[in-house]
């Protein structure tokens, strides 16, 4: 490897979220991933990076799509796996978020993957850990690893990210995963539209760089990719929609909104899928413009490429540090 390849690599000992994050950096770790979901399809062996390292997954929210997808993801490079259940744990008996790091950190694990429902609680963990730690997704803060499988999903299918006009729609003021897509989108150099009705979108999103957008069709006009989110009702507080009726027949995607899009408009969504309400069920299962099921495929290729990336020169900061 060059000098100049070097340079153009990750180098953070954590990965807290896409903001900040320069597009070397980003395409440093999709061209990682690309060559890991080929090496997945195949089923051939990969290079047992995480040998001899401990991962733990510690979930404070319930993911199953997230959690199994960073376990297989760890597993693949051959790491010892612990899943913590928070909900058998000494934080359900009173013990604080410190002390749960400082427990945690005398186990010598090498990565800590975090959920958690308040948005900064990664961060502050990771400030008191000895070992790299991933967001897996904090209030509605970021998410990154979800940011970067879905552009490794949509360069695989587009060939490029550069210019890509992407609309993101739904539920994005609760959303981590709209904020990860947005800071990712725009350092890459695509076009990012938001849609959504006004009780859904906060107004510090147009200084990030979007086009705003509150009438489906104006927003889905011409896109190159259409990104739709879950509502998210479990952070709701108040009522924020009429009903799922009316908001399906505004903002619900189906194939007469869908038809403004170009005629090849990639399908996304994060999951898990409220059908009828978000997305309907003939454009969600549309197997030649839907990405969504590759989505969770391209899930692990991304965090193989995550877990690489945090892993890579921990060895050399723990010595520096006198770890």
């Given at each position: ?5 070097r ?7 954590h ?30 062996q ?9 991962v733990?997954n510690?979930?404070?929210?319930n ?5 199994t ?7 693949r490079?051959g ?19 410190i002390?749960?790091?400082v427990?945690?950190n ?20 990771s ?43 739904g ?8 904020r ?5 989108l ?20 147009s ?6 957008f ?37 903002y ?18 994060p ?16 197997f ?6 590759e989505?969770v495929?391209?899930g ?6 995550c ?17």
């Open positions: 490897m060059s000098t100049k390849d340079e153009l690599r990750f180098t953070h000992r990965l807290l979220g896409i903001e900040g994050l320069y597009p070397f950096e980003i395409t440093d770790i999709l061209d990682r991933a690309e060559a890991y979901a080929a090496a997945n399809r195949q089923r051939t990969v290079e047992q990076k995480l040998a001899g390292r401990t733990i510690l979930f404070f929210e993911s199953t799509r997230t959690r997808s960073f376990e297989r993801a760890a597993k490079l790491a010892d796996v612990i899943n913590m259940s928070v909900a058998t744990s000494s934080i359900k008996k009173g013990e604080t978020l002390d749960t790091a427990t945690l005398a186990m010598h694990p090498d990565v800590l993957v975090v959920r958690h429902g308040d948005s900064g609680a990664v961060k502050l963990l400030q008191k850990m000895n070992c790299a730690v991933l967001n897996a997704g904090d209030g509605t803060h970021e998410h990154p690893t979800q940011a970067l499988l879905d552009a490794l999903t949509i360069r695989r299918r587009k060939g490029n990210i550069t210019n890509l006009s992407v609309a993101i729609c539920d994005i003021l609760h959303s981590r995963v709209a990860s897509n947005i800071h990712l725009n350092a890459m150099g695509a076009q990012v539209r938001l849609v959504a009705p006004s009780t859904l979108l906060p107004k510090s999103m200084v990030l760089g979007a086009e705003v509150h009438d489906m069709r104006e927003g889905l006009k011409d896109v190159d990719v259409v990104m739709m989110l879950r509502l998210q009702q479990e952070r709701m507080e108040g009522a924020y929609l009429p009903s799922q009726r009316e908001y399906f027949h505004f619900g995607l189906d194939y007469d909104k869908l038809s403004v899009a170009k005629d090849d408009a990639l399908i996304m969504h999951g898990p899928m409220n059908r009828g309400v978000e997305i309907d069920s003939d454009v969600a299962d549309d030649e413009r839907s990405a969504i099921q989505q495929e391209m692990v290729a991304a965090r193989m490429a877990l690489d990336v945090v892993t890579e020169n921990l060895d050399i900061w723990r010595k520096e540090n006198g770890l």
